[in-house]
């Protein structure tokens, strides 16, 4: 069985002073999302920071409450009616696969917080997408040739830093629109955002025909490259 874990961060001590501290995401025994109680001041950074603690601490430093909240978007035709056996966060590695999938590789990892910066743990994050090819895991795609290495469709809990987390491939443009990802936010069973992802560069970005009017910032994620894929890294921001 494969295992896509990442390491949570910024935990406080009982000092006055904050400090990094690791360990494992594990699900929650609620699935209630809560605010967390903790202080929206990042730790300070060390030589033995993790990754997870840095990625936390570096968006936190970028955000400045009240915030908006991430503009909600159509969910689209294209959400699986029957999800695939494996639904963890790793896209890129289907079990029971025979290999890699199809595209270039994309790990995006970002935070999930309300408008006040206080990141919201045990939330149930929904991706699903496109394949390297424009194809969605879908019934009007029966027929067509799916990549059969490729999930299409995963779920990542945030942790208790609202850090949340993705492996799986760039999608393709596809009919005029730009690359994107679909985004639903739960509480359990509740949905609190529906909403899609964009990446930088992307010239189709700035067709005011698949937009409108909607703050591209706060839908846009920068991506740089990372061994021999791609990285980026998003501040989903839900209303309360």
């Not at 069985?1 to 904050?18: H, N, P, Q």
């Not at 790793?90 to 309300?114: C, K, Q, R």
């Not at 299409?152 to 393709?172: A, H, I, N, Q």
């Amino acid at each position: 069985m494969k295992v896509f874990v990442f390491v949570v961060g910024l935990m406080l001590t009982a000092c006055s002073t904050s400090s990094a501290t690791t360990s494992t995401t594990v699900a929650p025994t609620s699935t209630t999302a809560t605010r967390a109680t903790t202080t929206t001041e990042p730790a300070p950074a060390s030589a033995s920071t993790t990754t997870a603690v840095s990625i936390a601490t570096d968006l936190l430093s970028r955000l400045a409450p009240p915030l908006d909240p991430t503009p909600a978007q159509a969910e689209g035709p294209y959400y699986p009616p029957i999800k695939p056996t494996d639904t963890d966060n790793d896209l890129y590695e289907l079990t029971g696969a025979s290999g890699a999938p199809a595209g270039t590789e994309l790990t995006i990892e970002g935070l999930l917080v309300d408008t006040a910066a206080i990141p919201v743990a045990g939330a149930i994050i929904e991706l699903w997408q496109t394949d390297a090819e424009g194809l969605y895991l879908h019934p009007d795609f029966d027929g067509e040739p799916l990549d059969q290495n490729f999930q299409y469709f995963g779920t990542s809990v945030t942790d208790e830093d609202g850090l949340w987390r993705f492996r799986t491939v760039e999608p393709l443009n596809y009919e005029n629109r730009p690359k994107h990802l679909h985004i639903k936010v739960l509480d359990g069973e509740i949905a609190l955002l529906t909403t899609q992802i964009y990446f930088s560069g992307d010239p189709l970005l700035d067709s005011d025909r698949v937009i409108g009017d909607v703050d591209l910032e706060l839908l846009t994620a920068t991506t740089e490259p990372r061994g021999s894929g791609l990285y980026a890294t998003h501040v989903l921001v839900i209303d309360g």
